[in-house]
C-alpha cells in the first residue's frame, strides 16, 4: 500500500479490514456466549470494564440463580448484585424489563427464534426494548446468528473517522449503515472487522494517544497524514504487520 493513488471511503474501508485481518488473524464465527447471555452482558458492559461486567454478571446469577430469579428479585438487590457495573440503579429495573418482555412475548427466556426472523425485523424487535440500542442489538445478530449488521461502538467509530471510511461528523448511528454498505454482506467479514477495529481502538488507535508508528493502516489514514505527513517508505517498512503478543493480551 502506497500513497500514490487517494483511496475512496470504500476502499479505505475494505484495505483496513485486509491489513487488520492479517495483523490480528481472522476469526471464526463461532458465537462466544449464548444470545441471552450476550444480550445482558452488553446491557451490563456499557461505560464498564470487561473485568467488571463479568463480574457483575456472574454476581447475578450466583444470588439469584436464573433468569427466573432474576426478574423476581427485589430490584435494589439486584442493583447490589451488579454494583460492578457503571450505574446500577438504572441498569438493574432495565435488565428486569427486558426479561419481563421477553418472557411475556415468548413464554420463555430466549432469543433463539431470531435466528428464523430477517434481520430488520430482528433489529426492530431488539431495539424496542428498553435500553437496547442499534449496537448492542447489532451484535446479538452479528454474533449469535451469523446476521449481515455491523456493530459501531466507539473504537470502530473513531478509527473510521481518524482513517476517513467515513466524516468526521458523521455520528455513530449513521456509521452502521454507511460502513455496512461498504462491506460484503458475509458476517464472518463484518464480524472480523467489527473485533479487529475493537481491537485496534484498545491497543493502537487511542482515544488520547494513538500509537501512530505500530499501526498499519498508516498509508491512507487521514489522521496519520495530517500529523506526520504521508507515510514515507521507511515508515511503512519499519510498521509491524503481526500483532506481538509481547505488546500485551487482546481483549475479549
Request: aromatic share 10%; hydrophobic share 35%.
Amino acid at each position: 500500500m502506497t500513497n500514490a493513488t487517494p483511496l475512496s471511503p470504500a476502499q479505505k474501508t475494505w484495505q483496513d479490514h485486509l491489513i487488520l485481518n492479517d495483523f490480528y488473524g481472522e476469526l471464526s464465527s463461532t458465537p462466544r456466549r449464548t444470545p441471552m447471555r450476550e444480550l445482558i452482558s452488553t446491557v451490563l458492559s456499557h461505560r464498564t470494564t470487561h473485568a467488571d461486567e463479568e463480574l457483575a454478571y456472574s454476581r447475578m446469577l450466583e444470588t439469584f440463580g436464573d433468569w427466573e430469579g432474576v426478574l423476581a428479585a427485589p430490584t435494589s438487590e439486584l442493583a447490589h448484585a451488579i454494583r460492578t457495573t457503571r450505574w446500577p440503579d438504572t441498569q438493574a429495573p432495565r435488565i428486569q424489563d427486558i426479561l419481563r418482555r421477553i418472557k411475556a412475548e415468548r413464554g420463555e427466556f430466549t432469543l433463539d427464534f431470531l435466528a428464523d426472523w430477517p434481520t430488520e425485523r430482528g433489529l426492530q424487535w431488539l431495539t424496542d426494548m428498553p435500553g437496547i440500542g442499534l449496537k448492542t442489538a447489532s451484535l446479538v445478530l452479528l454474533f449469535n446468528f451469523q446476521k449481515p449488521v455491523l456493530p459501531v461502538d466507539t473504537h470502530v467509530h473513531r478509527i473510521a473517522q481518524r482513517v476517513g471510511m467515513i466524516g468526521p461528523k458523521v455520528s455513530a448511528e449513521r456509521a452502521h449503515k454507511l460502513l455496512l454498505e461498504q462491506l460484503p454482506q458475509d458476517a464472518r467479514v463484518l464480524l472480523n472487522f467489527h473485533k479487529h477495529n475493537y481491537w485496534h481502538g484498545q491497543r493502537v488507535c487511542l482515544y488520547t494517544k494513538p500509537d501512530c508508528a505500530r499501526c498499519p493502516l498508516k498509508a491512507f489514514c487521514d489522521y496519520y497524514i495530517e500529523h506526520y505527513g504521508p507515510a514515507t517508505p521507511e515508515a511503512l517498512a519499519a510498521t509491524p504487520k503481526r500483532w506481538d503478543t509481547a505488546w500485551g493480551e487482546l481483549p475479549h
